[in-house]
């Protein structure tokens, strides 16, 4: 019996492109992408990935081309809109971590912005017509959408728009182009989206594993590893300053037990503040580490 391949689809190249791979990379499928390949298989497990264009990937899900996907919220919402059927036929299952950026309505700075209802009778660019669309029924605003596929930015220097609906992350572009943003319609980021059609034991399973081994590679981003030596009197008070902190591992350092090694996962990066905080506590030679993986 041929073995079954779980079909991933992901950016060809872009912002999502690296991050996709990086990802995937971190949870033990690695794929040697050579130039211009579109499919390619990974070293060790049934897993292939198919590298597009952002835009076409809910379709290559929907349809079942592809089992799953890494896409941008904001793309798999527009399209989702835009083809009410698709959004049936796939689902999104994880969000990824990456990709952080919002989507955003700014007008040219100096025109005045009270509420949406101040958009009344504009001309708006962008390149997500139909989330914009929603925004504005929903608001009962008129206005006219101008749908632009790429330099949005540059809509109302031109007379193209009086206004723009785009992503933002750094808000550098919309800075360098005299425009400021007054709302926030969407946030965004990537998120793993899968075919509603049955998947098949094989590569259920595979992606069971593929979906923990991300969960695990997501906590250990987000965790440290701490490790200081202090009195064992100070370890209640260690612990209320990292909280959520997982039952420390303590080590006695001297015959009567006074001095502790005191080893933890805490649960997020641990701040200079805190690392002070401890250093009042009478904590010494205090290590933060990153951390690769968790499993628990
Ligand atoms: O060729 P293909 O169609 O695959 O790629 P693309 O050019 O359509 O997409 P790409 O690679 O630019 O972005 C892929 C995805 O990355 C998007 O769909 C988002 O989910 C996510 N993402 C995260 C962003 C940004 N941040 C982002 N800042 N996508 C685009 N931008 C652009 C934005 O459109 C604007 O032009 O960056 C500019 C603003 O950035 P700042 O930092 O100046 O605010
Ligand atoms: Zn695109």
């Not at 989507?103 to 708006?124: H, M, N, R, T």
């Not at 923990?212 to 701490?226: E, M, Q």
Request: glycine share 6%; with cysteine.
């Amino acid at each position: 019996m041929t073995q079954e391949t779980l079909r991933i689809a992901i950016q060809k190249s872009g912002r999502l492109n690296d991050r996709s791979l990086d990802l995937l990379s971190k949870c033990g499928f690695n794929f040697e992408v050579r130039p211009n390949q579109l499919l390619c298989r990974a070293d060790q497990y049934p897993v292939e990935i198919l590298l597009v264009r952002d835009d076409d990937i809910p379709a290559y899900v929907s349809d079942g081309i592809c089992d799953i996907g890494f896409v941008g919220l904001n793309v798999y919402k527009e399209v989702t809109l835009e083809n009410p059927i698709s959004s049936d036929r796939m689902k999104i299952i994880k969000k990824l971590g990456f990709g952080q950026c919002h989507l955003a309505i700014a007008l040219p700075k100096g025109l005045p912005y009270e509420a949406p209802e101040s958009l009344e009778g504009f001309k708006i660019a962008t390149s997500y017509p139909k989330i914009l669309g929603e925004f504005l029924a929903n608001h009962k605003i008129n206005a006219k959408i101008v749908e632009i596929s790429g330099s949005v930015e540059v809509t109302p220097q031109v007379g193209v728009a009086d206004a723009i609906c785009d992503l933002v992350s750094t808000g550098a572009t919309l800075a360098s182009n005299g425009l400021m943003e007054v709302e926030t319609i969407l946030e965004s980021e990537a998120v793993l989206i899968q075919k509603t059609a049955e998947l098949g034991n094989e590569k259920a399973t595979l992606l069971g594993r593929m979906l923990d081994r991300i969960d695990g590679v997501l906590k250990a981003k987000r965790s440290r590893y701490i490790m200081m030596n202090a009195p064992r009197e100070s370890l209640e008070d260690i612990c209320n300053l990292i909280p959520g902190m997982e039952k420390p591992t303590v080590i006695p350092l001297n015959s009567d037990g006074s001095k502790v090694a005191i080893h933890a996962v805490a649960p997020e990066n641990i701040f200079w503040e805190t690392m002070e905080k401890l250093k009042a506590c009478q904590a010494s030679s205090i290590l933060v580490v990153p951390i690769e993986k968790i499993i628990e």
